[in-house]
Structures are given as C-alpha cells and as structure tokens.
C-alpha cells in the first residue's frame, strides 16, 4: 500500500492573471462571456437559464455590456464586467444601465469585491421587498495545472436574499406552464421528419406539437429515442434530432432569441417615444 502511495503524483492549481487572457474588457472578455457555453457556466453558477440578447446594448449614449433574458423567469438581465477590484464608477452604470434596460436581474463581475461595494449590493437587495429586482456580485478567476489552458471559475459573493428558494419557486413554475419539448416553438410543423445528428439515417416523424414522435414504428419521445440509439441513459432530445441542418434545440433558441430581441426593440422605441 505505501509503495502504491508513494507513486501518486499530484499536480498543484496555479492561479492565472486575468489580464494575461483577457487583456481588454470589451474587446476581449465581453466577446468571450458572450459566447454560448461560457455564458452557460455563469448561468449553472447562479442557477439561471441565460439566453444572450444583445452585446454592448446602446443605452442612450452609453452602453451595457451584455444583455440577456432568463428562460425560467422571462425576465431581463443585465451583465456588467470589471477586470479589476471594484469601483464606483461601474457601480453607477449597472444602476444607470439597468434602469434604462428595465432588468429585473443585474450581475456585476469583478475580480475583487470592496466590503464597501458588497455592503452596497447587499442593501440594493434588502430594498427589494416585492422580490423584483436581484442583484448578484460574481468574482471570477482563472486557474491551470502546469501547462494546461486556463479554466475560469465564477464564484458568487452576494446574491439576493431568499435567492435559492426564489429559484426553486420560479422552476416548478416553469415547468408546470412549459411543455417539455414544444415544436412549434422551434417552427417544425407536424409531420416533419428529424435526423439525428450523429447518424443521418436514423429518422423520426412529428407526431403532436407536444412531445410525440414516430421513430422504429412507435410513438415515443426524442429523449426516449435517443436513449435507445445511445445504448441508454437520460439525455435532452432536441439537442440531438435536426431539422434543415439544425437541432430542435438550436432551432428553438434561434427563433427564441429573435422574439425576444423584436419584443425588447419594441419595448425600447416606446420607452423613446
């Protein structure tokens, strides 16, 4: 046993300068963050379902970094970066953004948080009696081990109060007013014949606007027929069946995003006028 101890080697975690990867805010990490899958890390940090709206929204004659909406809430939020301990001056644009925005949601990234400046955020959310307006406070880092690439990690430090049982509440009523797979959403008509992505002979047939597919002669769901076609296991259906070069979900995002940005342009000439 101790020679087998003994041949264990570990490596150690080596933190990153962040301006070493992102050398500047907008040009750099904004353009980053912006990206599917890292806004989707942010997004599992502080349990959110984030679909990007617009980057570097005019506001005026300023402009908010990062703009999205959460799928569970249908609420607008706003993202604000710092590569840098925090400051006032960012403090007063997330307040100035976000009233011209009129997001329910801000998120103010830092590499360091003040007390001062985490004390603020606290009392902004202490405000909010109605649960309406959130504020988080997310640190983020980057580490490595030896010659890896650099892995960022977000941390939260101030979230809004009862935030947990908050999203809890705002989950089980997604779910219970959402269908688990609507095709209409992703503008495939019934009838329609899906491929899945990984072997374009294996087909399926829309059946219902629900969730019902034909696939093998049997009504069943994509998630189902994916399980099978995977040898097993829980998987998201719609990432994995396309339509005209697109999967369901992709689709369905696609069509999403572009109704939220109309609704949100819409929303802004009014707010002009």
């Known amino acids: 046993m101790s020679e087998i101890m003994k041949a264990i080697s570990l490596s150690r975690l080596e933190k990153v300068d962040l301006r070493d990867i992102w050398v500047s805010e907008p040009q750099d990490f904004t353009p980053w963050l912006a990206q599917e899958e890292n806004l989707?890390?942010?997004a599992e940090t502080l349990?959110?379902?984030l679909q990007l709206v617009d980057v570097e929204k005019n506001v005026g004659p300023f402009r908010a970094d990062i703009l999205c909406k959460d799928r569970n809430s249908d609420r607008l939020v706003l993202i604000e970066n710092q590569l840098e301990t925090s400051d006032h001056v960012h403090l007063g644009q997330i307040l100035t953004y976000a009233a011209g925005c009129k997001t329910n949601i801000m998120i103010w990234i830092v590499k360091k948080f003040t007390d001062e400046h985490r004390a603020a955020l606290d009392w902004l959310n202490s405000l909010s009696e109605t649960g309406e307006?959130?504020?988080?406070g997310v640190e983020i880092e980057l580490w490595k081990i030896e010659n890896s690439n650099p892995a960022p990690k977000f941390n939260i430090v101030i979230q809004p109060n009862g935030w947990k049982n908050q999203i809890a509440k705002t989950t089980q009523m997604s779910v219970e007013r959402r269908p688990v797979c609507r095709f209409s959403l992703a503008k495939i008509p019934l009838d329609a014949v899906l491929?899945?992505?990984?072997?374009?002979?294996?087909?399926c047939r829309v059946l219902d606007d629900e969730r019902s597919i034909e696939f093998e002669g049997q009504r069943t769901t994509l998630s189902a027929a994916t399980s099978k076609l995977l040898g097993g296991g829980a998987y998201q259906g719609t990432r994995y069946w396309t339509y005209e070069g697109e999967s369901v979900d992709e689709r369905r995002r696609r069509f999403d995003k572009e109704t939220t940005e109309a609704s949100f342009s819409g929303n802004m000439d009014e707010n002009v006028s």
């Open 40 to 42: 989707t890390l942010l």
């Open 47 to 49: 349990n959110l379902d």
């Open 133 to 136: 307006i959130h504020f988080f």
């Open 195 to 203: 491929h899945f992505k990984s072997d374009q002979t294996k087909t």
